[in-house]
């Protein structure tokens, strides 16, 4: 997978016409640069410099207590090891090779693709500062976030793995719920079920599962609580697992007949069949081309078209190694999503779908597919949520 | 434990005489700012702001689907909440301190205190840069070194349950060890105690423990091979649990008698004697305002006035939630230590002395123990080595 990625990247060089790719790492086991996912599987302690050339060299510079560990990953045609200080052997690789452009790992847009810490620049542009290459740094997040978005055939059925792995616990959730049990009681059943599997949650384990029973909840990011399952609650779980480095991110709903009742009431069932139309409408409107912020758009319309306020969130991320995988965003134009909304989608990229709403006196209504990004459309990695799963017990 | 160090931290504002300290962070699941460990224990997703003032006020800036589980902490005075963008609710909070030092995340020294990203960097700048407040950023290095670095009463006692783990597996090693046995086998030993206790390793469990067995291993920071145990090896094993979110990092060596041996040869026994040698008079050297440089100097100056080559690493880190727990170090005046050789070393603190070297035709012997620095000294957190552990089996 490392070697697969990092010959894409020497590709993705060429394309954007960066000379050089400098990743300037320390203490990576404390502060996890995401970039290095792609780049070196193995620890660097010391300051570390991981480059690639647009020629195709690949050379890793680290600490000498490093550099077997880093020679044993066999990604890099060249490893040098230091013991004082890393100054004198990166300066000297950077002047021979005399590049026009060196792409560095930090970015304002997107988190995935910034790693560098303030201090590690500080420390960087210090060495470089008798030099002509202090003014060739640009920020390398379009190349990463382009490494990180087209995903490979091996990548794909990764994600595809995890989506169907997601999709089966979900089954047995719907048989084992019913009312009375606790938000927590739902969430310890499937946290037992991705341990026996011997794998681990997309996120925190505190946050994933989500499960929300029932209306005025605490809203997305908190953890299962005690409160009950009530017949007539909307239940919504958001959760994903991670198999062999990838992960999934999906939400499902279900709705806990009243005794009385034989189906879901209107506005339930209302409220469930605009969310899965702005999700299609979504999913229809997904090409490559085309802007974050014009598909939200379209679910967001839908859904204020229908009489529900808008969600208060972006409709969707790309999810790969990590559940927010970075860059292009399907999201509005708010502030606090700076450049992300303007981004241009790309075939091989993978997005999450999620928006929604609430039905009220009953709960949440939310949905998460993931889609991958074909050549003039999309598709599901798994099978969506096409009715409102409905719990007699 | 969280409400505990952000009262010191208040302290230490005074002490250092900062008026407000500002941890700016994003998507802290995925780049985690080390500082946040004694901060908040929530995730927080979008652009937020963690800030502590002088007077003792903790408040907390986040995105809206953040901010209910950041209250549920009960650790911040205040909780403000965004839905577009942060700059707003940042810039202002900040004016009405009028604060003449902020405090902010980054440090080109201490890895550990330099969470804030050069991305973050760059839009925190912008958000102030029509206002006096952008010239009066100074680093929070010296406010988080100081808090990571003075362990509380309940800290020093996570510390020395963890130590005390790692003693008792240890023990149980010694009893396990064979010739014929290799490395692999004596990792996954350990590996299954640690899961048996229920813990995690104190970093990854690919280098945690490192087992070395024998003369010419690949050095420190590389996996368990599948390199046997010979009778004559010297075998030492790195290695560390986590037990309620504090480490342990401590060496141990052993010696693999041959089938006519009654001891050790005296080469194995001599390069023993030395290196505990060279610990005992770090440990007695170590006190409050000393340099770590003058420490690591003492053990480094005793092996080689004995005739050995000198270890090429420091002498000793600190140790707390992280095994490299940043700031004051025992290193010597080496250009990838920065400014570190030169802080002095402060009561309360935590260091590991773990000086190592070779024996020829033998492999290495290194012991790496952890002590905590008193008024006027320092004591062991656990039992420490004093004899080698020899094994005829």
Redesign the interface.
């Known amino acids: 997978m490392y070697k697969e990625k990092t010959a894409q990247a020497v590709d993705i060089l060429n394309e954007f016409d960066i000379d050089l790719w400098l990743t300037f790492v320390?203490?990576t086991?404390?502060?996890?640069?995401?970039g290095l996912d792609f780049l070196c599987p193995a620890?660097l302690?010391?300051?570390s410099a991981i480059i690639i050339s647009r020629s195709g060299e690949k050379t890793a510079i680290v600490?000498?207590?490093?550099s077997?560990?880093v020679e044993?990953t066999g990604i890099f045609d060249k490893v040098i090891s230091?013991?004082?200080?890393?100054?004198e052997d990166l300066t000297g690789y950077i002047e021979s090779k005399n590049p026009d452009t060196i792409a560095i790992n930090?970015?304002?847009?997107?988190?995935?693709?910034?790693?560098?810490?303030?201090?590690?620049?500080?420390?960087l542009k210090n060495y470089f500062k008798d030099t002509p290459y202090a003014d060739k740094f640009v920020?390398s997040e379009h190349v990463l976030s382009a490494l990180r978005g087209r995903k490979t055939d091996k990548e794909l059925k990764r994600l595809k793995i995890a989506a169907k792995i997601t999709n089966d616990i979900y089954a047995e959730v719907t048989d084992y719920m019913e009312a009375g049990m606790t938000e927590k009681d739902v969430a310890e059943f499937i946290l037992n079920k991705v341990s026996k599997l011997g794998l681990e949650t997309s996120?925190?384990k505190?946050?994933c599962p989500s499960v929300f029973t029932g209306p005025d909840t605490?809203?997305?990011?908190?953890?299962p609580t005690d409160r009950k399952i009530e017949r007539g609650h909307i239940l919504n779980i958001d959760f994903g697992v991670k198999k062999d480095d990838y992960v999934s991110d999906m939400q499902r709903t279900w709705y806990f007949l009243k005794k009385d009742e034989k189906e879901p009431p209107g506005s339930v069932k209302k409220g469930f069949e605009v969310l899965l139309g702005s999700i299609q409408a979504a999913a229809a409107a997904i090409k490559p081309g085309k802007e974050g912020r014009e598909i939200d758009g379209v679910a967001r319309d839908y859904i204020v078209e229908h009489g529900y306020d808008e969600y208060?969130?972006a409709l969707g991320h790309q999810v790969g190694r990590?559940a927010?995988d970075g860059a292009a965003l399907l999201c509005p134009e708010?502030?606090?999503y700076g450049e992300r909304p303007y981004m241009k989608i790309e075939e091989g990229q993978v997005y999450t779908i999620e928006p929604r709403l609430t039905v009220k006196g009953h709960g949440v209504v939310t949905i998460e597919e993931e889609v991958v990004v074909t050549k003039d459309g999309c598709e599901y990695l798994s099978e969506p949520q096409t009715e409102l799963y409905v719990i007699k017990k």
């Not at 086991?29 to 995401?34: A, E, L, N, V």
């Not at 230091?82 to 100054?87: F, L, R, T």
């Open positions: 320390r203490e086991h404390t502060i996890h640069d995401p620890s302690t010391w300051q600490g000498n207590l490093d077997a560990a044993e230091y013991k004082s200080g890393i100054a930090y970015s304002k847009d997107n988190e995935m693709a910034d790693g560098l810490t303030h201090g590690m620049y500080l420390i920020s996120w925190d505190a946050t605490a809203g997305a990011h908190f953890g208060p969130h990590a927010h708010w502030e606090r």
